[in-house]
């Protein structure tokens, strides 16, 4: 579907205003000037507010930057940014082609850029979806660019391709539990305090009114649903790092417009400016909200379905469902763009630039939908508490490395004398049946292994399924590949 062209463009963007004008389309350099960049415009997120560009337009356009295997002339690679948006001496080459200084090298691995398209990872079973193995990427690495001596823990988090359906529920889930434990801990006394949101209990300690102790979220008390650490907001602020570290494109919000990074309109010197507009960051993110919402597929056989059903039982009784909370209730359905808790550096608000944005989730987006609840809410069966948890046993006692091998606390505070490393969100489980390997690293092959490794907080739930018969095993697991995403391919009309 074609774009059209932009209007006019005003930006407001702490205190300074540039005005921009209709953006020309993207071209190559001289020596490229017989190819062409894959996405040569960009939006606006005016036309997106005011309706000049329709959802399905936005949404496709979201899609396309999911999908693009960015060049050069769109502005791909970085030579004066790291991985993690600092700056960093320009690489300089010998007339023979020698590497002269120490700089990025075009594409690595480790630190980045590591993939021409988002898609290069998110791809099982479908476009947005999980990844394999190869797919993994070593987290931190970018802020150490260019880390090309080691994979070991010690310098990165290596970490497993997760899929991104479902990921707008998340995110607004995450919101209204931020909203909801900030009040009560405004609102409570000194001393320490149980905060519960959704079901779920979080401990905090007062001293003064701040926050000086929280247990499996930060102190700030903002849900950061997403990277297997909790520590991203927002899939806009997922999108802008993941831009800049993977493929080195720029986010104008996070580099031209940031105060922070001096209002450098070609920050990274690769010669493109306004890589990807703020219109742009809100159409990836607003495609990456309304992707489908995992969901149950059950077999036509009368035993396998018992099976599955008895297995959801199992998976009660035993414990799994402490953690991995099988329903929470939205108590709005929109999903609104952008989120008002983004960080500098990711447009937050109509001050920034991005007015909100809504669409109904339950109505609006890729089939199957997210599901209605009574009275204008949703439910979410996404099978998880969104907190940190930590499933190392005790030092001594053989801890099973699977879930216990990083080093690096990647902002993780230190709780109860265990160190910030060992704690991971409750992994959303509905989509576990298409989302193999599995465990924060990849390096897990079934589902009954994944279970087997819990130790910690997860280890009474791990041995009361131990302890049940193969046939009650298999039901629990049965029941766990049954959750899936449905490829588009696979639906059929109703
Ligand atoms: C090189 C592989 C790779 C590429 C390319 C990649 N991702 Fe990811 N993505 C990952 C990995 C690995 C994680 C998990 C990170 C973690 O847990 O620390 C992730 C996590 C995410 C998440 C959070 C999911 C969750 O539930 O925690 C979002 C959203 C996301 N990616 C979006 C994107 C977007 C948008 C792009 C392109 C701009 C992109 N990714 C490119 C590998 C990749
Ligand atoms: C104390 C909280 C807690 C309990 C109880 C718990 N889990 Fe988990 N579970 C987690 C966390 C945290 C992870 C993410 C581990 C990682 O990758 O670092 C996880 C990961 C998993 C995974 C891997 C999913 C994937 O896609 O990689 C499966 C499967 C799983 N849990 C199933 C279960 C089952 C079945 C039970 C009950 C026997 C259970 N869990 C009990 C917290 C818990």
């Known amino acids: 579907m074609p774009i059209k062209l932009q209007s006019f463009l005003f930006l407001v963007l702490a205190g300074a205003s540039a005005a921009a004008t209709a953006q020309e389309p993207k071209t190559c350099p001289p020596e490229l000037a017989a190819e062409a960049p894959m996405v040569p415009l960009s939006i606006e997120h005016d036309d997106i507010v005011a309706g000049t560009l329709s959802f399905d337009q936005v949404r496709d356009f979201g899609r396309q930057l999911f999908v693009a295997r960015f ?67 070593f987290g931190l690495a970018g802020g150490l660019d260019p880390v090309t001596l080691s994979v070991g823990h010690a310098r990165s988090v290596e970490r497993n391709t997760p899929g991104v359906h479902g990921a707008g529920p998340i995110e607004m889930l995450a919101r209204e539990m931020s909203r909801e434990l900030r009040q009560q801990a405004a609102a409570a006394p000194d001393g320490v305090r149980t905060l519960v949101s959704k079901g779920v209990a979080f401990v905090v300690e007062i001293v003064g009114g701040e926050v000086v102790r929280a247990d499996g979220i930060d102190r700030d008390l903002v849900i950061k649903p997403f990277t297997q650490a909790g520590t991203v907001v927002s899939l806009r602020e997922f999108s802008n790092n993941a831009m800049n570290l993977h493929h080195g494109m720029q986010a104008e919000e996070r580099f ?5 990074k001096g209002f450098d309109p070609d920050f990274d010197e690769d010669g493109v400016t306004r ?89 609006t987006g890729e089939r199957p939908r997210l599901e209605k609840g009574p009275a204008g809410t949703a439910i979410v069966r996404a099978y998880t508490d969104l907190k940190r948890h930590n499933l190392c046993d005790a030092p001594g006692t053989g801890a099973i490395r699977y879930y216990c091998n990083e080093q690096l606390d990647q902002g993780r505070p230190v709780q109860d004398g265990r160190p910030g490393a060992e704690f991971f969100l409750t992994r959303k489980l509905w989509d576990v049946g298409s989302s193999a390997p599995y465990g924060h690293r990849g390096d897990i092959g079934t589902i009954t292994e994944a279970v087997l490794y819990h130790g910690g907080e997860g280890r009474a739930s791990r041995d009361a399924f131990v302890a049940r018969a193969v046939e009650e095993q298999k039901a629990v697991v049965d029941f766990l590949k049954s959750l899936q995403v449905v490829p588009q391919s696979e639906l059929v009309e109703d």
């Not at 090298?105 to 999980?130: F, I, M, N, Y």
């Not at 993110?285 to 919402?293: D, H, I, N, P, R």
């Not at 953690?323 to 001050?351: I, Q």
Request: charge should be negative; glycine fraction near 12%.
């Open 275 to 363: 890589e990807l507009t703020i219109g742009d960051q809100t159409a990836i993110s607003l495609w990456q909200a309304q992707l489908s919402t995992p969901t149950q597929v059950l077999p036509r056989g009368r035993a396998a379905r018992d099976r599955i059903a008895r297995g959801a039982s199992l998976f009660d009784e035993i414990g799994c469902s402490a953690c991995h909370k099988p329903a929470m209730v939205l108590e709005s359905r929109l999903f609104v763009e952008p989120n008002p808790f983004n960080r500098p550096g990711t447009c937050a608000g109509a001050d920034e630039g991005c007015p909100p944005y809504a669409f109904d989730m339950t109505h």
């Open 256 to 260: 031209d417009l940031n105060p922070a």
């Open 71 to 137: 060049n050069r002339c769109d502005g791909a690679g970085r030579p004066a940014s790291t991985g993690a948006g600092e700056k960093r001496e320009v690489p300089l080459f010998s007339a023979e082609g020698e590497l002269l200084t120490e700089g990025q090298v075009v594409h690595l691995r480790t630190s980045g850029p590591d993939a021409a398209a988002c898609v290069g990872c998110h791809s099982l079973p479908e476009t947005g979806g999980a990844g394999d193995f190869a797919a993994n990427v």
